[in-house]
């Protein structure tokens, strides 16, 4: 008895550091939402800093979500070296996408089961390791670093081949623990398993919370912008037929995936005749891509939902009904339409959609819910038992407190990555001969003039979270050969 009164006090001590946890973080993402999305992105960074000791190491797992908030918010106010250097912790503090010792794994799953996901330390999407790359190459062929980009390219690219494979050892290893477990006598494990394959079950969650089948996804786990930026990058620094390949490789899989899109077929198509031979590079004019990202990602909500379980106490079978929560994206807004520029011929040429974060998340989403919902059920059968020996042990109040307790723990993980946009747009141009470029807004209004420099490849990036903030304008040389132009627009902004 004085063991699980310990546990019982253990618990609730849990629930308190848990319940400070939590409102701390929503206060600080409350905080950084409202900078962000008014352009204040200094304001947004401090609410996103943290003190380290003088002399002590970045706890890079813990303060993983706080790194990748700075590393964007250096980024769009031309702080390349630190945006890099923020990224760079940040994927420290993923490397669990990689690898991840047993006794960290064993030790963040109990935490999870007797209180909720939320307490583990923020597990970052396998498209979010993938984008941290790509802006992480972007930061440095801004800082005109070129072979530091290079390499970041090639980190995400190599990222986007291994997730299939992540996610098919995942779940396999989550089947194989309750398996395992069951074998040696688990109990819970049993009951686990018997219940996520029970029909009811299935039933309840798929009424109120949607079958993962009927997701709108895309058919793997590529973010596509990130391999539209790996291909458009090996076009402009190819130094032989394997670069162009690569290049060629990259924009044919998005193309694949937007069969509809001219922009994104045509840059497919010349990749792939620069690949071969058909078109010669020193006969192709200089040329500029427009890439746009636009408003709010996706975010998390919590979906609370009653659901069958049957629990198993000695040889008897009790089926009962307990709560459980699960977290569901949900759309923010976009900046409406495209933004477009005045072509060498007079002609105005706008952005077009090639990648929607929406698609991208639920499309991770729909591999990881069936862990989700795992120790979900596991920590609802848990905190079910617990409060079976607490009214066994402590009579009706004991049972009370450990309902009470219960119902507190029973949520969702919302943490997410705040500044991913709603979907990126694109466009490619000559460039004009007189190197002035005039960029239009959503309503062909002028956003602002940019001196294009005499270069073979140039990405202009913009970026714009809503109409309340400013178009972050990042002028590069796609070759790396010198540092960026930066500009906010329309210039009143500044």
């Known amino acids: 008895m004085r063991t699980f009164k310990r546990l019982l006090l253990a618990f609730a001590w849990v629930l308190f550091a848990s319940g400070c946890s939590t409102a701390q973080h929503r206060n600080q993402v409350a905080s950084f939402n409202a900078a962000y999305a008014a352009g204040n992105y200094d304001a947004a960074l401090k609410a996103v800093s943290f003190d380290v000791d003088e002399g002590e190491p970045v706890d890079s797992r813990s303060h993983l979500l706080e790194l990748l908030h700075q590393g964007e918010m250096y980024r769009l106010t031309g702080r390349y070296e630190k945006s890099a250097e923020a990224y760079d912790l940040a994927e420290e503090g993923m490397k669990y996408l990689d690898t991840e010792g047993f006794l960290h794994q064993a030790l963040e799953g109990f935490v999870a089961v007797m209180v909720n996901d939320s307490q583990r330390d923020y597990q970052a999407l396998m498209a979010e390791a993938i984008l941290v790359n790509t802006y992480k190459g972007l930061a440095f062929l801004a800082a ?62 798929a009424n109120h919370y949607g079958r993962a089948s009927d997701w709108s996804v895309y058919s793997d786990f590529t973010v596509p912008s990130s391999t539209y930026l790996h291909g458009l990058y090996f076009l402009a620094n190819a130094t032989g037929g ?164 219960t119902v507190a723990t029973t949520q969702a993980d919302l943490r997410s990555w705040q500044t991913l946009p709603d979907h990126w747009q694109a466009a490619r141009i000559e460039r004009p001969e007189s190197g002035n470029l005039l960029l239009l807004d959503h309503q062909g209004e002028a956003l602002g003039n940019l001196t294009i420099p005499q270069q073979p490849f140039t990405l202009v990036y913009v970026k714009r979270p809503t109409l309340q903030a400013p178009a972050t304008v990042i002028v590069m040389d796609l070759q790396g050969g010198a540092e960026a132009a930066f500009a906010r627009l329309p210039k009143w902004y500044e």
Request: net charge neutral.
């Open 242 to 405: 394997g670069d162009y390949e690569r290049a060629a490789t990259s924009l044919r899989r998005v193309a694949r995936m937007s069969p509809a899109s001219p922009v994104l077929q045509a840059d497919a198509a010349l990749a792939t005749d620069l690949a071969s031979g058909m078109q010669s590079l020193a006969q192709l004019p200089p040329q500029v891509w427009v890439v746009y990202e636009s408003g709010l990602g996706p975010v998390l909500r919590e979906s609370r939902l009653d659901v069958p379980l049957v629990l198993t106490y000695g040889n008897q079978q009790v089926p009962s009904y307990f709560g459980i929560a699960l977290p569901v994206y949900t759309d923010r807004s976009a900046v409406p339409g495209s933004i477009g520029a005045l072509s060498a011929s007079g002609q105005i040429v706008r952005t077009e959609r090639i990648s929607d974060m929406d698609k991208v998340v639920r499309t991770e989403m729909k591999e990881r819910f069936s862990g989700i919902l795992t120790r979900a059920v596991t920590s609802a059968i848990s905190k079910a038992i617990l409060q079976k020996e607490a009214a066994e042990q402590f009579g009706p109040v004991g049972q009370l407190v450990a309902a009470a307790l």
């Open 144 to 205: 005109g670093n070129n072979d530091y980009a290079r390499i970041e390219f090639n980190r995400a690219d190599e990222r986007t081949r291994r997730a299939v494979d992540f996610f098919q050892k995942e779940i396999a290893e989550q089947q194989a623990a309750l398996k395992n477990e069951a074998r040696a006598g688990g109990s819970n494990a049993s009951m686990v398993r018997n219940n996520l394959n029970n029909q009811g079950f299935q039933a309840a969650v």
